[in-house]
């Protein structure tokens, strides 16, 4: 099970911008579906977007446009580029691993093996 660490995260005002890493204590291709979710108090975990293979990309309606994932496969690293961010974004965000992705599949936690911690982003109007 590989190893997962967050960072990134903090406090910023509507609109303003934060950029998640994920740091993968695997080689990412060991780990072909890498994946964001998030969790505000009271809520259930909500997928936010995940990568397959480097290339192919899904992401939540209430993110779409606003939010980008990618990866450095030399650094082991995912990452979420958030933009416009809205009060409604916080909540604690977790990089989650596992082995496929898919149009239907990619937002079930249970597809999901390994999980970090999590990076708190807090979105003040």
């Known amino acids: 099970q590989v190893q997962l660490v967050e960072s990134g995260g903090g406090s910023v005002q509507a609109g303003g911008s934060l950029t998640l890493a994920c740091e993968v204590s695997?080689?990412?291709?060991?780990?072909?579906?890498m994946a964001w979710f998030r969790q505000a108090p009271g809520k259930e975990r909500e997928a936010v977007a995940a990568?397959?293979?480097?290339?192919?990309?899904y992401y939540g309606d209430s993110v779409s446009g606003r939010f980008t994932i990618s990866q450095d496969n030399s650094k082991n690293t995912l990452y979420l580029q958030m933009v416009s961010l809205k009060p409604e974004d916080t909540a604690m965000y977790y990089c989650?691993?596992?082995?496929?992705?898919?149009?239907?599949?990619?937002?079930?936690?249970?597809?999901?093996?390994?999980w970090g911690k999590g990076t708190q982003v807090t979105v003040s109007s």
């Open positions: 990568i397959w293979r480097s290339v192919t990309t």
């Open positions: 989650a691993a596992g082995r496929y992705c898919s149009n239907d599949r990619w937002a079930r936690a249970n597809e999901f093996s390994s």
């Open positions: 695997a080689k990412l291709y060991s780990t072909p579906c």
